[in-house]
């Protein structure tokens, strides 16, 4: 049973691009979280997502910062317009439903030059 | 805003020793987990409680959580340089069980 997966590991990219990171939850899990780590910081809940619903995304800036998690396919957080500031490691979790277990992807780190 | 305090922030000891790690909060939590991060990785799931007073054994690691759900901590007997990592306690929160995350630990075991 393969874990969460992310993808890419690591991305870069200019300032005023945007950024598409990807995660695919664990097998059976319909629950997806993403969280962010600044450097030297811990890290952040940002949205909570269950299949084309999203559930909770007070952790999340209000411009530029978007997520889906579609019926088919993986959960996409979305950045537009990155400015250095956005420079992090993204993780995304999986949970199955009925429990708080979130098992944690590789992440995702975004370079913002 | 939610706070978890971890403590100590950084733990330097020797191989055999025994340490113990604490996580506080002022919020009650539906339930706590303890991960494990390694550089560059995700933080790895240990332990999750959920019962007030509750005890998890994982080999050498002993988990407790609070009465009161509101702290918890995480004992290592004999630790080994294996050890050696950040130890993240996370609080998960309401109806959407989003997680709050203390502030780690980073513990350095000296063979």
């Known amino acids: 049973n393969a874990g969460v997966m992310q993808n890419p590991r690591h991305l870069v990219r200019r300032r005023g691009q945007e950024a598409r990171l990807r995660c695919s939850p664990m097998?059976?899990?319909?629950?997806v979280y993403w969280y962010r780590q600044l450097p030297e910081e811990g890290l952040k809940f940002m949205v909570y997502?269950?299949?084309?619903?999203?559930?909770?995304e007070s952790g999340m800036p209000k411009e530029r910062f978007s997520a889906e998690f579609p019926k088919e396919g993986p959960s996409i957080l979305r950045i537009q317009q990155v400015v250095r500031g956005d420079s992090a490691a993204y993780f995304c979790a999986s949970s199955p439903p009925g429990t708080s277990r979130q098992y944690f992807g590789p992440g995702t780190r975004l370079t913002v030059t | 805003t939610q706070l978890l305090e971890q403590s100590p922030q950084f733990l330097s000891i020797q191989e055999g020793e025994n340490l113990t790690v604490y996580c506080n909060s002022s919020?009650?939590?539906?339930?706590l987990q303890w991960y494990r991060q390694e550089p560059g990785e995700g933080p790895v799931l240990l332990v999750t409680v959920v019962t007030g007073g509750e005890v998890k054994k994982l080999k050498r690691l002993t988990f407790q959580f609070g009465d009161a759900r509101k702290d918890s901590s995480l004992h290592i007997t004999a630790a080994q340089p294996g050890d050696t990592g950040l130890y993240l306690c996370a609080g998960a929160l309401g109806n959407t069980d989003k997680l709050i995350f203390g502030t780690g630990t980073r513990l350095q075991v000296f063979p």
């Open positions: 997502l269950q299949k084309e619903n999203i559930i909770d």
């Open positions: 919020s009650v939590f539906s339930s």
């Open positions: 097998k059976g899990h319909s629950h």
